[in-house]
């Protein structure tokens, strides 16, 4: 994909999760604005990590080819 693609798709995903996660805070857990704002920014932070780590991986494999040393 191309870079602004990507960088597209991954803020739509981390919009997705920190309102699903605020929705799910505040609706269901029935907890105060503020605990869900900060627990669906806690959420945008914890997904940006894995994408990171799984975009670091996923590179590292392409750089090597796929082969193993």
């Known amino acids: 994909m191309r870079p602004r693609v990507t960088l597209t798709f991954g803020g739509f995903a981390a919009l997705a999760v920190a309102v699903g996660w ?3 805070s505040h609706r269901v857990a029935h907890t105060d604005v503020e605990t869900a704002v900060s627990e669906s920014l ?3 932070l914890v997904v940006m990590l894995l994408g990171s780590i ?3 991986i996923i590179g590292s494999i392409r750089r090597s080819g ?3 040393k």
């Open 54 to 56: 799984a975009g670091s």
């Open 42 to 44: 806690g959420a945008i």
């Open 22 to 24: 605020f929705l799910l």
């Open 66 to 68: 796929g082969k193993r």
